[in-house]
């Protein structure tokens, strides 16, 4: 990521209380740690987590003790937990980490990627239609969601490329990027898709190699 002091969207209003869920997982707690880091005190950072199997408290310790940090746990499948923390920390903006990941594990317990990575991010959709506060929600996908590659002849992926996810995984963040493209068309939420490849590094759960 690029820092600069200067760097602003015309037209576009500026964060100033960021939600972060799934904020406790790897990916999620980095950054967390790097707008702490980072940025000072320029936002007030909210990391929202249920603690699940693969997320740690240790993700954030090295920020906790700021006073722009709070640690809320909560589900993002419970909209009065998601209803509490929008409402209690005046949460402006939203960048949403928190899914069930890992393509293997999809294969065996698939209900609750679905439940999780879909039923989840229409909660804190309509919660956030609702509250009518929120002026940006960046939803973390994945590039799996594109399918597979031909390994004999790889291409790049475009973003205009149609979608053919391949397991219960990329299926379910496939089906999360539909209702938030009719979020963004129907109540006009501010929403913006970024689909990652493969992260890997320090603090990383075991279970995968990358996540």
């Known amino acids: 990521m690029i820092r600069s002091e200067h760097t602003q969207l015309n037209g576009v209003p500026v964060p100033k209380s960021v939600?972060?869920?799934?904020?406790a997982g790897f990916i999620g707690g980095w950054f967390v740690r790097h707008l702490l880091q980072t940025y000072g005190d320029r936002y007030a950072v909210t990391c929202f987590d249920n603690l699940d199997?693969?997320?740690?408290?240790?993700k954030f310790k090295a920020v906790s003790q700021l006073s722009n940090f709070h640690f809320v746990r909560g589900n993002v499948c419970t909209p009065k937990d998601v209803e509490n923390a929008l409402r209690n920390y005046h949460i402006d903006s939203i960048v949403h980490f928190a899914a069930r990941s890992h393509v293997d594990t999809s294969l065996n317990d698939s209900l609750s990627f679905t439940q999780t990575n879909v039923i989840g991010t229409q909660v804190l959709l309509e919660v956030a239609r609702e509250q009518g506060s929120i002026r940006r929600f960046i939803h973390v996908s994945t590039d799996e969601v594109y399918g597979e590659n031909d390994a004999q002849n790889p291409t790049a992926f475009t973003e205009e490329q149609s979608l053919h996810p391949t397991n219960p995984y990329s299926?379910?963040?496939?089906?999360?990027?539909?209702?938030?493209q009719a979020y963004r068309k129907s109540f006009h939420i501010p929403l913006i898709i970024v689909r990652c490849n493969n992260v890997?590094?320090?603090?990383?759960?075991?279970?995968?190699?990358?996540s």
Request: net charge neutral.
């Open 53 to 58: 199997y693969c997320a740690s408290v240790n």
């Open 200 to 210: 890997f590094g320090p603090r990383q759960y075991p279970e995968s190699t990358y």
């Open 19 to 23: 939600l972060v869920t799934g904020g």
């Open 171 to 180: 299926a379910s963040k496939a089906a999360t990027e539909m209702i938030i």
